[in-house]
């Protein structure tokens, strides 16, 4: 009996490991992507037979080759990155500060580095570090050494004190105590002593919206006691030991800046956050090696709580008031989904921003509108600018000083855009480059006041960035300006798009507030009328429009047959019969949100919060009125040059595929599997932009570095380095062999607690909207699709998931999908992600005026849509046919729920839902056409699926214990039954 017992052991033992083979089959298969992805494997491979001329065709080549199994061709990718990082860091870091020119330094100065941002500094990247070996990570310290040499840096506090801190968190400043500092001060009294430079660092992330107050109740983005007490320490040894206090800010969100001259700090730098290269590029402007020419793209306001915005949003974000009823009635609302109870409403309206300081002080000066009122001022009396802005969107200092002046503009009907020319003259000692920044300001009157429709008083609308001037070198530049970029969005009168009436005005300008002087100066206006410096008129270009047009952008500007109309009244939460006020410049006093209003949810709302809206149209054809799997006569790579009109084709093509090939293309595990019927070869995607995550070099088997911030590049205000930053994560992309990144930052910085605000082009959707054109385009050009995120109104961290979000159509156009438009319709963007959040109560992946009426309808967009992340509290897995009706053409991270829950409804005879499928495969197909998916395919390719290793090895791995399982259950049979013929 004792072998008995010990088969049933085994046997117990052998159908455990049996059950958790293939548990765990399941789950990696359904995960199959990434963990290929994290392996290093690809699942198929391409056979040509040589039948045709168009063999082994190269469409989307780059300079590096496609011999992505080349190590030495990978590290010089790598290396090509590495340097167009420093360049990125070195031109958009912006000097904010430069008191009597204290900096550059030499670099023979010594130095002493404080501050715990300068050990534990913010890379970008989850690992804080590059891993690839030939490129290590260059922190902060390691670039000081290098510029300046180790000899040359004390890093006393970093060997001593930092090293045992912990890093910054979206909640908590980390700084050494005082008492920790001066322990070491012999390491600067004697020496060390020509600058103390302080490295401060704020954070956010995703999931991690940074905290509005800290843990004391002071404001985060503001100095913490730790730091006080440190500058306040450097201030008193100025003069007597250190000669300069240097600060240089290590974050993207837009810290509080207003003490920079209580503490007698002579320079100010903001390194943003610059990846694992970039901060030597930040070191060399601190030694001169190059001139500053970075320039903000967000505002930096005294008061970090001191914008309409910041009411709903970050930690101000409020609950439905009959919460308990929401949940209670919403099936929604599983899996962790007491976020179904937040929402959040733009009850700034437009006024995002600059737009919203600098169209208050214009109006403070004008005397209207009640802009000088206590509302929303940060001191409880009046209204002032000075109290209210530090730094404006678009400061920036150079080493040297520049004159611009502006020599004529002109429109040209071809483009539709104003051309502004500029001779730019270096008027300084040193080599430097200069940004021209153009801004506009469009009539406000009685029709737009009549109608709802919102002015900033000054919005960018183009810019053009100079090569290196040298002292008394001049240049002309001309920056276009998008005619488009006048109009505004008017959802009552003409439900549509319309350039006002009245006087216009284009102008040049150190930043935003200057070209706003400047265009006040044109006026009439001076200082004294109230504004804080005299402009120069002649730095506007100005003209007056007779009438209001309403019909140059009634149609799309993309397809001509098209009309451009109202697709989001629902967002807007006076729709649901809840009376509220967006702030208007009308009456800055009385439409101030001075406080959340609590808004309960009513039944109505409920019901579409709950996203059960699909029915099978009455319409709707029937199945077998579709023809699946024919006969093939048109491979994957001769779509390559059809036609996105061309219907005949596409349909002939999408007959060939089965339903389940088109469900392989909706499911995903970081990219697609290959269609061997077609020779469609498998793709995989990457994510985030700061670096490919999801994906490693083919040759090395190491993930690449990571980027400087998107906003860094941003900063750069230089369309040469938008395009370089694309050009080279799309050949790094290449180099991981994917297809795609999920990359691209549309989303607005609408506060300074965006935990993602780093991944986000800027505040302002017009910049947004250039930057997006020029980064698509040059990731496009090499064949990867850029798949921008996240679409849209996902602007904070903050309760995302399911977080109904409530704006007017114009602030949703002007403002949000601004931002978005110029990658999709300028630079050719084929792929986009949605958000987890809602637009109004619709979620952002079912909202069908989102994603069919304006993206792929207005905006004519041919490339495809994924749900972001489907993880295990996700809130959606129930939704699949109503996203596949809106416009969702594959579910992130999600295989086989999706696939069955579109089988059965096709399996039941819903045809609408298969025309829906058949849809999405053509948005599938179209966009991987246009990818690196096609170098090296004919007409007579062969594409063979590879089973990985690791999946042969479970599948056998099940097979032998359940042998073995089967074996020791038999034997243990056996054996009973002799020990019991014993016994008897």
Known sequence: MKKARLFRGLAAVMAFLLLVTVAGSTIMFENSGMINQALNI??????????????????????????????????????????????????????????????????????????????????????????????????????????????????????????????????????????????????????????????????????????????????????????????????????????????????????????????????????????????????????????????????????????????????????????????????????????????????????????????????????????????????????????????????????????????????????????????????????????????????????????????????????????????????????????????????????????????????????????????????????????????????????????????????????AGVEVTNQFDFADLNHYGVDFTYLSRSDWEGTYPAAVQVVDATEEMMAELDTDWYETPADAPAVSDFTQGSDVTLTFATMKDVAWEDDEVWNQFIDQLTVADMLSLVADSNGSAAIERVAMPSAARGDDGVCIQQGSLKATGQSGMSWVSEVMTARTWNTERFEARGHMLGVEAAFCELNELWYGGGNVHRTPFGGRNMQYYSEDGNFGYIVGAHEAKAMQEVGIIYGIKHFALNDQEAHRESLSTFATEQTIRENYLRAFEGAFCEGGALGTMTGFNRIGLQYAATCKSLLTSVLKTEWAFKGHVTTDAFTASSLYKTHYLEELVAGIDYTCWDSSNITSAIQAAIDGGDGYILQCLRRAAKYNVYAASRSVSVNGLSSSSVVVTITPWWQTTLVAAAGVFAVLTVACAACYAVLAVKGGRRRD
């Open 42 to 559: 690809s699942t198929s491979t391409l056979v040509n037979t040589g039948e045709d001329t168009g063999a082994n065709t190269l469409v989307y080549p780059n300079e590096y080759g496609t011999d992505i199994a080349n190590k030495q061709t990978a590290l010089m990718v790598e290396m090509a990155a590495a340097a167009e990082n420093v360049t990125q860091a070195e031109e958009g870091a912006v000097l904010l500060t430069n008191s009597g020119g204290a900096l550059p330094l030499s670099e023979t100065d010594r130095v002493t580095v404080f501050g715990n941002g300068s050990y534990n500094s913010k890379y970008n990247k989850k690992k804080d570090a590059s891993t690839v070996d030939a490129i290590p990570t260059m922190t902060f310290n390691a670039a000081m050494q290098k510029v300046f040499g180790e000899d040359n840096v004390n890093l006393a506090l970093a060997e001593n004190v930092y090293k045992d801190l912990t890093a910054t968190t979206n909640k908590e400043v980390v700084e050494a105590p005082l008492s920790d500092i001066t322990p070491y001060e012999a390491s600067w009294k004697n020496d060390y002593n020509d600058a103390a430079v302080v490295v401060l660092t704020r954070w956010g992330s995703e999931d991690g919206e940074t905290a509005m107050y800290a843990a004391d109740g002071s404001r985060y983005l503001g100095l913490q006691t730790n730091e006080k007490d440190l500058l306040g320490y450097l201030r008193g040894l100025k003069g007597s030991v250190f000669e300069k206090l240097i600060v240089v800010i290590n974050a993207d969100q837009m810290m509080e800046l207003g003490w920079l001259d209580e503490y007698g700090v002579d320079a100010c730098v903001l390194a943003g956050i610059p990846g694992t290269q970039g901060f030597e590029g930040v070191a060399n402007i601190l030694a001169g090696r190059v001139s500053p020419s970075g320039h903000l793209v967000d505002t930096y306001a005294a008061n970090s709580l001191s914008a309409p915005a910041t009411v709903y949003a970050a930690d101000n974000t409020p609950t439905w008031g009959n919460a308990d009823a929401v949940t209670a009635a919403c099936t929604d609302n599983n899996s962790g989904g007491d976020q179904i109870n937040y929402y959040t409403i733009y009850a700034e309206g437009i006024y995002v921003g600059y737009k919203y300081y600098e169209t208050r002080y214009e109006d403070a000066v004008l005397g209207r509108g009640n802009a000088s009122g206590s509302a929303g001022s940060s001191t409880g009396s009046g209204w002032s600018y000075g109290d209210e802005v530090v730094f404006t969107f678009g400061h920036g200092l150079s080493y040297t000083t520049f004159d611009q002046e502006l020599l004529g503009v002109s429109y040209n009907a071809d483009t539709d855009n104003y051309e502004v020319q500029v001779k730019v003259t270096n008027t300084g000692s040193a080599a430097g480059r200069s940004v021209v920044q153009v801004y506009a300001q469009t009539p406000y009157g009685d029709y737009e006041k009549e109608n709802g429709v919102e002015k900033s008083a000054v919005q960018v609308v183009g810019f053009e960035k100079t090569g290196t001037l040298q002292p008394g070198e001049s240049a002309t530049v001309t920056a276009e300006v998008r005619r488009y970029m006048l109009a505004s969005y008017d959802s009552k009168g003409a439900a549509g798009y319309i350039l006002s009436a009245g006087d216009y005005y284009l102008a040049i300008g150190d930043d935003a507030h200057d070209a706003l002087n400047n265009i006040l100066a044109a006026k009439g206006y001076t200082t004294a009328d109230g504004m804080d410096c005299d402009g120069d008129a002649a730095k506007t270009h100005a003209w007056n429009q007779a009438g209001l047009d309403a019909e140059s952008y009634k149609m799309s500007r993309y397809d």
